[in-house]
T-cell receptor, first 112, second 115 residues
Framework: GENVEQHPSTLSVQEGDSAVIKCTYS??????FPWYKQELGKRPQLIID?????GEKKDQRIAVTLNKTAKHFSLHITETQPEDSAVYFC???????????FGTGTRLKVLA | EPEVTQTPSHQVTQMGQEVILRCVPI?????FYWYRQILGQKVEFLVS????????KSEIFDDQFSVERPDGSNFTLKIRSTKLEDSAMYFC?????????????FGPGTRLTVL
């Protein structure tokens, strides 16, 4: 069935360094890929998304890249700050469906 | 900025009891969803709802679950006879357009504890 793999499960970086989180999806019909940030006890918040007709999208310190051939997409956070510490979830969905398939999450710790 | 709201924030119930989780989607959104997240695990899709009917559901969403839009603002998830394994965080979400290609906005969640 449909699946999204996400790596790593935990990631610790020094403040100011970059962080990269990678996801792989199985459904070739997937064409929308949102990323959510979830702080402890709070709702998942959309931070960036990308559609399959675009290879890269950037919003300030956050960027997402998509490789449709390899079915990979990645989240890049530059100049990390302590407030970036959270769990990050990738997701994939297809235009013929209503659901998101989420990855297993990455716990990012930014060390001051 | 409009947000999805959910009540209660925490619900404790005895096994076999019925629970109703409530959500108020963003007002101009047409598509509504329920997801659940068992502690420490990924967020899992349960059901989507559009035009007063279920548009898609997962294998998790069996006959014990039902959804309803009882009025113009609320969207509810009912679990008829709760099991221990139903303990999880339940998130409601809504989107303006079909959720497969549109952003879904999540509520703060209801933590359900089944004893």
């Amino acid at each position: 069935g449909e699946n999204v793999e996400q790596h790593p499960s935990t990631l610790s970086v020094q403040e100011g360094d970059s962080a990269v989180i990678k996801c792989t999806y199985s459904d070739s019909a997937s064409n929308y890929f949102p990323w959510y940030k979830q702080e402890l006890g709070k709702r998942p918040q959309l931070i960036i998304d990308i559609r399959s007709n675009v290879g890269e999208k950037k919003d300030q310190r956050i960027a997402v890249t998509l490789n449709k051939t390899a079915k990979h997409f990645s989240l890049h956070i530059t100049e990390t700050q302590p407030e970036d510490s959270a769990v990050y979830f990738c997701a994939a969905s297809a235009s013929g469906t209503y659901k998101y398939i989420f990855g297993t999450g990455t716990r990012l710790k930014v060390l001051a | 900025e409009p947000e999805v709201t959910q009540t209660p924030s925490h619900q404790v119930t005895q096994m076999g009891q019925e629970v109703i989780l409530r959500c108020v989607p963003i007002s101009n959104h047409l598509y509504f969803y329920w997801y659940r997240q068992i502690l420490g695990q990924k967020v899992e899709f349960l059901v989507s709802f559009y035009n007063n009917e279920i548009s898609e559901k997962s294998e998790i969403f069996d006959d014990q679950f039902s959804v309803e839009r009882p009025d113009g603002s609320n969207f509810t998830l009912k679990i008829r006879s709760t099991k221990l394994e139903d303990s999880a965080m339940y998130f409601c979400a809504s989107s303006e357009w079909r959720g497969g290609t549109d952003t879904q906005y999540f509520g703060p969640g209801t933590r359900l504890t089944v004893l």
